[in-house]
T-cell receptor, first 115, second 114 residues
């Protein structure tokens, strides 16, 4: 009963390094999301994928890219990490917005520190 | 446009006393509203959701919330706090009831005193 699985759980990067955060869901959801969580700011949407084959920018997309590899997997890439990207990253999935009475399911988070 | 304001950044209660977490929202639509809980170093777990059915919504672990359209509020309550309720709570609004374009409040941290 895994739900949404993120890897890695923790990561320390040097400024300018690149990395990819992985996310997979086993609930057959069509929509997937990447959020970042910063103190006092709640969660902010970075990118989302409403369905397989589509991706769109969210509120804070600069410095990130995403790939919807298949229906299960949605990865987030930092091409050149900056200290401002130090944050906790959450992946989530849900049914599409036109379906009623649904909600998002979240992974356990990835704590990223950029030094 | 939509936004969420959680009126208290930190709430401290004694074990066994009531908990009240306040949330006001603005939305151009008839929104769906959620409360999520995040325990330390954990992911987010859904406590309850309002999706235009009954205005009093019951969730897990004894929590409930009342949707008041006239006040644009969705306050979360629990009659008797337990030590395990110590966590951060997020009020969330969505125009459509899914993960699509969720708007999060800044969060309320709850501490429970023995």
């Amino acid at each position: 009963n895994a739900g949404v699985t993120q890897t890695p759980k923790f990561q320390v990067l040097k400024t300018g390094q690149s990395m990819t955060l992985q996310c997979a869901q086993d609930m057959n959801h069509n929509s997937m999301y990447w959020y970042r969580q910063d103190p006092g700011m709640g969660l902010r949407l970075i990118y989302y994928s409403a369905s397989e084959g589509t991706t769109d920018k969210g509120e804070v997309p600069n410095g990130y890219n995403v790939s919807r590899l298949n229906k299960r997997e949605f990865s987030l890439r930092l091409e050149s990490a900056a200290p401002s990207q130090t944050s906790v990253y959450f992946c989530a999935s849900s049914e599409p917005p036109w379906r009623p009475n649904t909600e998002a399911f979240f992974g356990q988070g990835t704590r990223l520190t950029v030094v | 446009a939509q936004s969420v304001t959680q009126l208290d950044s930190h709430v401290s209660v004694s074990e066994g006393t009531p908990v009240l977490l306040r949330c006001n929202y603005s939305s151009s639509y008839s929104p769906s509203l959620f409360w999520y809980v995040q325990h330390p170093n954990k992911g987010l777990q859904l406590l309850l959701k309002y999706t235009s059915a009954a205005t009093l919504v019951k969730g897990i672990n004894g929590f409930e919330a009342e949707f008041k359209k006239s006040e644009t509020s969705f306050h979360l309550t629990k009659p008797s706090a337990h030590m395990s309720d110590a966590a951060e709570y997020f009020c969330v609004v969505s125009p459509s009831g899914a993960g699509y374009k969720l708007s999060f409040g800044a969060g309320t941290t709850v501490t429970v005193r023995a």
